[in-house]
């Protein structure tokens, strides 16, 4: 148990039997009445997000989380393929478990998969992965203008708008979080 005035952003706690993760966090002290405390949390099963409001100084169950680096064997179908680095255990995770996580994963990448009391709820993707172009239009000579994008296709499958002067082939650097083009590699 811990105290609503210990939570922080991305924190794990449970509240009415369901698994939520702190969003946002505000203390708050009128000058009449007793002090409170706002948070945003997003339910880590279904993404909901909803707004709570505890009294200052109630407790929580804060959830243990064990996350574990497994890596990315392959697909089949909706189904993904992981092997614990450790142990050499392969887990089979659905779509859905991984939420946007699959338009970012290559073959032989480690991640980090999120468990509670044995069970896979989630999963750490790293904050940039690197991949190739596979398809994009050839960036028009002159075409100055600043700020200019285009779409690409990545070897993932997923795209992203790029600078004009990223081709085919290239490799560039992608924020999972966002989905933004970084830079080039």
Not at 33 to 46: D, P, Q, Y
Request: avoid cysteine; charged fraction near 25%.
């Amino acid at each position: 148990m811990i105290s609503v005035n210990d939570l922080r952003t991305g924190l794990t706690i449970e509240v009415d039997g369901e698994l939520m993760s702190v969003i946002e966090f505000l203390h708050v002290k009128p000058g009449k009445g007793a002090a409170f405390v706002r948070t945003k949390l997003k339910n880590i099963k279904t993404g909901a997000v909803r707004e709570v409001t505890f009294r200052a100084g109630e407790k929580v169950n804060r959830a243990h989380i064990e996350t574990k680096d497994m890596q990315y064997l392959y697909r089949s179908g909706d189904e993904f393929t992981f092997m614990d680095t450790e142990s050499y255990e392969q887990l089979t995770l659905s779509a859905e478990n991984l939420g946007d996580a699959p338009k970012w994963l290559k073959d032989n990448m480690t991640i980090g998969i999120q468990f509670y009391q044995g069970q896979a709820i989630g999963v750490d993707l790293p904050t940039f992965v690197e991949l190739a172009v596979v398809q994009t239009e050839p960036g028009v000579r002159g075409d100055t203008v600043s700020g200019a994008t285009k779409p690409a296709t990545l070897e993932t499958g997923v795209v992203v708008q790029v600078p004009l002067f990223v081709n085919e082939g290239d490799v560039i650097r992608v924020d999972t979080r966002t989905g933004e083009y970084l830079s080039r590699v």
